[in-house]
């Protein structure tokens, strides 16, 4: 079968439409010849056309390809951009946009419909992009982006400020002279298109490179800067990758971005806009100098107010000095005092010293041999009577004999030691304590297990076991329980 489209099929489906006429037995042409036609004059005759209209039913395919219409208020047109197309332009179309499209007009067979393959497409005037710029103000707003309880205070001294701007152009000069008059600070500057395309790309991803350094390098403030120029030249500026990447940033960030008069969504977005960028530098430090006489000044206050203060104090001093009484008037009491006492207590020696005297004289009286033998005979007296007969002795010997014999008998009994003669063996503590219940013996360090034949020691929970009479070296060894003393009655 013949290609529909090509030049040969073009030139014959032409012959036959010259050569029919009303009521004419010429062969008929074929849908595809007859499209085919129309494509090639459509093409030829609009190879290049610029097309200005509202943008509506602007979709965008999984295949990055772009499809809308262009239309007036009395006609419309389809429209196509293909991805590499839709990827450089420097704006994101919405619904409702005036635009101007450049392409070529071509028809698409399989609908019977003629369309425009854009090539490039820009905002009709200022007023669209005014109006771009309200509804993406607008939408971004609403998000949140541009409260004021978002903006972070500026630090009073940055050790390091980034700028991100163009590195050819009069802005960062005007940046770098500003900040070397006021306070010389350390700069790093991140080169980036301010307009154009890629521009708004290479600023965003700027401002979140800043972001992404490490604390200890990264800047203490961020300047994002451009000179002046038209909205269109600013646009990168109003692009919601740069709004947002700036709202997002975590170090404070000053939008010096045109003049004074002109206002872009960075600006929104910044903790603080500069209406210029030499004024950004002013705003990012103090002045040097003025620190200085500050600090200077401060020093002079803070002297004078440690002189004034010391001076005072010196004065109260001497005052209350020249009130206290003199050494020798605080002295001459005690010494008064110390002289009558050492007298009394002289006096009082020898009195004492002569009761002493008169004491042992009564009490040697009593020590004379007599007296010592006398009392003698007397206790020899009370021992003989109190002596018991032979038979009384005895009978009281074997009361007490039985008494103890049960009490061993009972001792026998309650030892937790006898029942290991018959195959028990008894758990204690690392203190010697005996354990009556598995909880008592779980929460130990170490046990003693006591069999008939000696101690062997254990780590609970499948612990190192000791070998069999041995004692770890690390672990103390159980107290002895002291024996009672047992008492015994005649009685």
């Known amino acids: 079968m013949p290609d529909p489209f090509s030049d040969d099929a073009a030139s014959r489906s032409g012959g036959l439409l010259a050569q029919m006429a009303p009521g004419d037995n010429a062969p008929p042409l074929s849908v595809s010849e007859i499209s085919n036609l129309l494509k090639r004059t459509v093409e030829d005759r609009f190879g290049h056309v610029r097309i200005r209209g509202e943008i509506s039913g602007f979709k965008r395919a999984a295949s990055g390809h772009c499809y809308l219409a262009l239309k007036d208020d009395k006609a419309l047109i389809d429209g196509i951009i293909w991805k590499g197309t839709a990827q450089r332009l420097n704006f ?13 007009l071509t028809t698409f067979p399989g609908r019977s419909k003629y369309q425009i393959t854009i ?16 509804k993406l103000k607008a939408r971004l707003a609403g998000e949140g982006l541009f409260d004021p309880a978002r903006k972070r205070p500026l630090p009073f001294l940055p050790r390091t400020i980034g700028v991100v701007t163009s590195p050819t152009g009069s802005v960062i000069r005007d940046i770098l002279h500003r900040l070397a008059d006021r306070f010389p600070s350390h700069v790093l500057v991140w080169p980036v298109l301010v307009q154009g395309d890629g521009a708004a790309a290479q600023v965003a991803a700027a401002v979140r490179g800043f972001g992404a350094m490490p604390e200890a390098s990264r800047p203490d403030l961020l300047i994002v800067a451009r000179g002046g120029g038209s909205i269109e030249d600013l646009w990168a500026f109003n692009e919601e990758p740069v709004v947002r990447a700036i709202a997002e940033s975590p170090i404070p960030v000053i939008s010096a971005v045109g003049h004074e008069t002109d206002t872009t969504l960075a600006d929104f977005a910044a903790d603080k806009r500069a209406p ?15 620190l200085l006489g500050a600090l200077g000044e401060l020093g002079l206050r803070a002297s004078r107010a440690v002189n ?10 001497d005052a209350r000095a020249q009130r206290l009484p003199k050494l020798p008037d605080l002295l001459s009491p005690q010494q008064q005092r110390a002289d009558d006492l050492g007298e009394r207590l002289r006096a009082a020696l020898g ?10 004289g009564r009490v040697s009286g009593a020590l004379r041999p007599a007296v010592l033998d006398a009392r003698a005979g007397l206790a020899r007296e009370r021992l003989a009577r109190l002596q018991l007969d032979p038979v009384m002795l005895e009978r009281i010997t074997a009361r007490a004999g039985e008494r103890l014999a049960g009490l061993e008998r009972v001792l026998a009994q309650l030892d937790p030691d006898a029942p290991l003669q018959r ?4 758990v204690a503590a690392a203190d010697g304590r005996t354990l009556l219940d598995r909880t008592a013996a779980a929460g ?5 297990l006591h069999f008939r034949d000696g101690v062997l020691e254990v780590i609970p929970a499948d612990g190192a076991v000791s070998p069999p009479g041995r004692t770890p070296p690390h672990a103390p060894r159980p107290k002895a329980k002291p024996t009672e003393p047992r008492q015994t009655s005649l009685f």
């Open 92 to 104: 994101a179309p919405e619904d409702g946009l005036d635009v101007i499209a450049t392409g070529k």
């Open 119 to 134: 090539e490039s497409l820009e905002l009709a005037g200022e007023g669209a992009l005014m109006q771009l710029f309200e």
């Open 276 to 290: 210029t960028p030499t004024a950004a530098a002013e705003m990012a430090v103090p002045v040097r100098a003025d």
């Open 308 to 317: 004034r203060a010391h001076g005072l104090a010196r004065e109260r001093l």
């Open 351 to 360: 009195l004492q010293l002569a009761h002493a005297r008169g004491a042992l």
């Open 423 to 426: 195959g028990y063996a008894r």
């Open 444 to 448: 130990e360090p170490r046990l003693a």
